[in-house]
């Protein structure tokens, strides 16, 4: 399902920061296995490739920092390897040529050159900030070309629900329009409400 779909299904909330991009134009969906790494280090990042199972997304804290790549080609192997389903990083990565080429889905803050440390500490399956959205383990998290949402687990069938019906309005108002209803009434009535038009 469309991100921004699912977005408006939740009120408009737990959306990341549109920072938080697709590198590979690839989309992603899975459940996340979260990692909460310190700044400039990524050695809980490779511990959570071995942890995730396939389809699973990887997503990343990294404090703060936009400079340290804590995701590469070299790493991206071992993931495409896992079958694991994609990473969001608020954060950098880099070897996005690689990345593409192996055909896997990662999104990310930035993309740096810069490497990064490998000594710790750092958490796994917590929940975590990325993009300024909640992220916990188990999450739903889907990205698209318009950005990434997560889906908390226990909303999952309340927010499917919600975007059916989103859809089905949808699908009646691009039949509206097609059959040459351009505008919605409800536009200048809220226009006069405001006392903007007669």
């Known amino acids: 399902l469309a991100s921004s779909n699912l977005a408006d299904a939740m009120g408009r909330f737990n959306f990341m920061d549109p920072a938080i991009q697709s590198r590979s134009a690839l989309p992603l969906c ?6 909460n790494a310190r700044p400039a280090d990524n050695l809980m990042i490779h511990k959570a490739l071995q942890v995730a199972t396939p389809g699973d997304i990887v997503v990343v804290s990294t404090g703060g920092n936009t400079t340290s790549a804590v995701f590469g080609e070299l790493m991206c192997h071992t993931a495409v390897a896992a079958r694991l389903g994609g990473i969001v990083v608020d954060g950098a990565i880099r070897d996005v040529e690689g990345i593409t080429r192996l055909g896997f889905p990662a999104f990310s803050r930035t993309v740096s050159p810069g490497s990064c440390d490998k000594d710790g500490p750092g958490e796994i ?17 889907v990205g698209d070309a318009d950005g990434v949402v997560v889906v908390p687990r226990g909303d999952a069938e309340v927010v499917l629900a919600a975007v059916a019906e989103l859809m089905n309005r949808e699908a009646t108002r691009i039949a509206e329009i097609k059959g040459g209803g351009l505008f919605k009434a409800e536009i200048d009535d809220t226009l006069r409400k405001h006392g903007i038009v007669e």
């Open 125 to 141: 399956n917590v929940p975590i900030s990325c993009g300024g959205a909640v992220v916990s383990p188990g999450d739903m998290v």
């Open 30 to 35: 899975g459940l996340a296995v979260t990692v």
